[in-house]
């Protein structure tokens, strides 16, 4: 993923399901194909995001699980219905 | 129509296909409502609001000892399982004036349920009515919610079902599967969109007929019903919430005040003074996250908790009359005295020593659970 643009969102301190709705108003702005790195400190996010990835189709490419932090880094699927 | 094309294959594309969107509070009525409406070939999509009072990670992610729990949001969860879409929506903003002005007033403790289930029907109302408006058709055509008549004493009466219907604005494009039987028909039903004869007429407290279903639909893992949706059903937190308004003579609040009532000990010595004292190391570090906002004080000579200020000290007598109950919670209880750091917000620190207080120095009714 050396020349995509890397989007950067920073969700440190914010708890569940907050990193999840940042990131889900996030991706709803970038185009398909587009990178998305996540960092969190809830670790809750480790299970959400991903989850939340699955489910509306887009790509997980690496997690990784640091002490304090939590990084998540996804590659925007194809856009989802206007709700 | 053709059995011969298997309904997996077909896209949810499909033109005749009608949709739903459900209310996904991530417990087992609203799976089940979106089970039976994919049994009878609906495409469903959920919605979870977020209110600032969710039970869900917020307090496994802070306090340690639930360190081992599974820590995942339930809806998110519950939509996996059913394979549905899920838009988790911020409303803490808005939610407000349904927790601070319920036209329906309180159940139990602060929970506006009735109001809160308008406010939500309503919302995914107006979704419904632009998803509508950009894609017509292919947009939505009634919304489902997992409520079951005469289940809650205030929100889900019999009477209240169609209240929640013609004040949210859903009319009668709001179906509840699980107890349709039990209520007049609703436009999917009369339009054959749903058959209402494999709808369901469950009512009352008892459990039992979901938990038969779920055994029908092969649901094994699911959240427990028992600890309700939100932290305003819960009495001790609704305590919380009652003292802030109290102590600042005005029934107001921000989505940290009501994050900061979930985690810690709290000691209200004054009026006009709330110590929020971590219980562990997960709090400790939640509170951390404070330190800009409030001042805060910690023991120095020995390892303690970490404590905010809600408030502002008037007096030197005080802020020793804080450290020495933070001192209290700390290793040096039993010390002679404790040396505490009081920090403010700009991270200016100086060092108080203090007696620490003993048990009968802080008094009952200090305590705010
Ligand atoms: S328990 Fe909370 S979220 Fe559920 S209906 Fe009542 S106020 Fe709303």
Redesign the interface.
């Known amino acids: 993923m050396s020349d995509e643009t890397l989007h950067e969102l920073d969700v440190r301190?914010q708890?569940?399901?907050?990193p999840?709705?940042k990131t889900?108003n996030k991706v709803a702005e970038l185009a398909q194909g587009e990178v998305l790195r996540v960092t969190c400190t809830?670790?809750?996010a480790?299970?959400?995001i991903p989850?939340?990835c699955?489910?509306?189709g887009h790509e997980v490419l690496a997690t990784e699980e640091g002490d304090l932090e939590v990084v998540v880094t996804l590659r925007v699927g194809a856009p989802?219905?206007?709700? | 129509m053709s059995e011969a094309v298997a309904p997996v294959t077909r896209p949810s594309a499909d033109p005749l296909q009608r949709r739903a969107?459900a209310l996904v509070s991530g417990g087992l009525d609203s799976m089940l409502a979106v089970k039976v409406m994919q049994e009878q070939g609906i495409h469903v999509?959920g919605?979870?609001f977020?209110t600032g009072f969710?039970v869900?990670?917020?307090t496994?992610?802070?306090r340690k000892k639930d360190k081992d729990k599974?820590?995942?949001?339930n809806?998110?969860?519950v939509?996996?399982e059913l394979g549905?879409?899920?838009?988790?929506?911020?409303i803490s903003e808005e939610y407000k004036d349904v927790v601070l002005n319920p036209k329906h007033g309180y159940g139990a403790h602060l929970n506006p349920c009735l109001d809160c289930k308008i406010f939500m029907v309503n919302q995914a109302t107006l979704?419904l009515n632009?998803?509508r408006e950009?894609?017509g058709e292919?947009g939505?055509d009634f919304i489902i919610t997992g409520e079951v008549v005469g289940q809650r004493p205030k929100s889900q009466r019999k009477e209240t079902m169609p209240i929640i219907s013609s004040e949210s604005g859903a009319d009668d494009r709001l179906l509840r599967p699980l107890s349709a039987l039990n209520l007049p028909e609703t436009l999917p039903e009369r339009e054959g969109w749903v058959d209402r004869s494999r709808l369901h007429d469950f009512s009352g407290r008892n459990r039992k007929p979901q938990i038969e279903l779920a055994r029908r639909f092969g649901l094994e893992d699911y959240a427990q019903p028992s600890g309700g949706c939100c932290f305003l059903t819960d009495e001790s937190y609704s305590r919380k919430l009652a003292d802030l308004w109290q102590a600042r003579n005005e029934r107001r609040y921000e989505l940290d005040d009501i994050?900061l009532l979930k985690v810690g000990r709290h000691i209200r010595p004054q009026p006009h003074l709330k110590l929020i004292i971590s219980r562990e190391e997960g709090e400790n570090r939640f509170l951390e996250?404070y330190r800009y906002q409030f001042t805060s004080l910690t023991t120095v000579s020995c390892p303690g908790p970490l404590a905010l200020v809600d408030g502002r000290f008037e007096s030197e007598a005080e802020l020793e009359q804080a450290a020495a109950i933070v001192a209290r919670y700390s290793k040096g209880r039993g010390d002679e005295s404790v040396t505490v750091e009081v920090k403010d917000p700009g991270g200016v620190a100086r060092e108080v020593r203090v007696a620490p207080a003993r048990p009968d120095d802080i008094p009952k009714n200090w305590l705010v659970a």
């Open positions: 301190r708890l569940c399901p907050i999840v709705i889900q809830d670790p809750g480790l299970n959400d989850a939340w699955r489910i509306n989802s219905v206007a709700l | 969107i999509e919605v979870n977020f969710c869900e990670g917020h496994h992610a802070i599974n820590k995942r949001n809806a998110l969860w939509a996996e549905i879409k899920l838009h988790i929506i911020d979704m632009k998803a950009l894609a292919k939505f994050m996250g």
